[in-house]
């Protein structure tokens, strides 16, 4: 199979959609449309469902406290290929009230954009995408943004998971290191 064959089906593309659930039950939603995608056996159409949350520390009578935050209350996220049967499943599953980006009326959702759900997903610790930049260690780059804007710095180290670059830049006569977001880095032309 294709990456293609793999992405779509009919020529239906496999896409992100947010699903409306009543506030505080996004778990258990989650639960039951997984129950349904097993018992309907529709799992080729419907692929990962997220209730997008990150572990928070609390303090509570002097102990620290690991504790899943939600980042979208009332949401889930489905990746599926929508199809008539796809759409009639997550819709009536108990505790969904709808799709996000429906008209109503029995129109069909629009999708989250690639990049917004990449977004989402990096947050979490779980995007897909390769990180491809002009420039590796030992390059010298310039700084497009922020309080080092304009100067020029050698690339010391990189990190692709945070997507910043240990860059030495002369600040008063010495070579300090900072770390810049790769989208604020370009290669030096010489």
């Given amino acids: 199979m294709t990456d293609v064959e793999k992405n779509s089906i009919d ?15 996004e778990n258990r939603v989650k639960e039951n449309l997984e129950r349904r995608v097993e018992s309907m056996g529709i799992s080729d159409y419907l692929f990962r ?14 102990k620290e406290v690991e504790k899943m935050r939600n980042l979208f209350p009332g949401y889930l996220f489905v990746e ?9 499943v997550v819709r009536n599953t108990p505790g969904v009230t709808g799709f996000i980006g429906s008209s109503g009326g029995g129109a069909k959702p629009f999708p989250v954009s690639p990049d917004e759900i990449e977004s989402i997903l990096r947050r979490i610790g779980i995007g897909d995408s390769v990180v491809n930049v002009n420039f590796k260690v030992g390059d010298t780059v310039k700084i497009l943004s922020g309080p080092f804007s304009g100067m020029e710095g050698k690339v010391n180290a990189m990190n692709d998971k945070d997507r ?21 880095l370009v290669k030096a032309d010489y």
């Fill in 11 to 25: 020529g239906v593309e496999k896409n992100w959609y947010v699903v409306n659930t009543y506030a505080g039950h």
């Fill in 49 to 62: 469902i997220l209730v997008v949350e990150e572990s928070e520390i609390e303090y509570k009578n002097g």
């Fill in 80 to 88: 599926m290929i929508m199809t008539d049967d796809a759409w009639y």
């Fill in 164 to 184: 910043v670059a240990s860059v030495l830049t002369i600040l008063f006569g010495r070579e300090t290191p900072t770390d810049i977001a790769y989208t604020d």
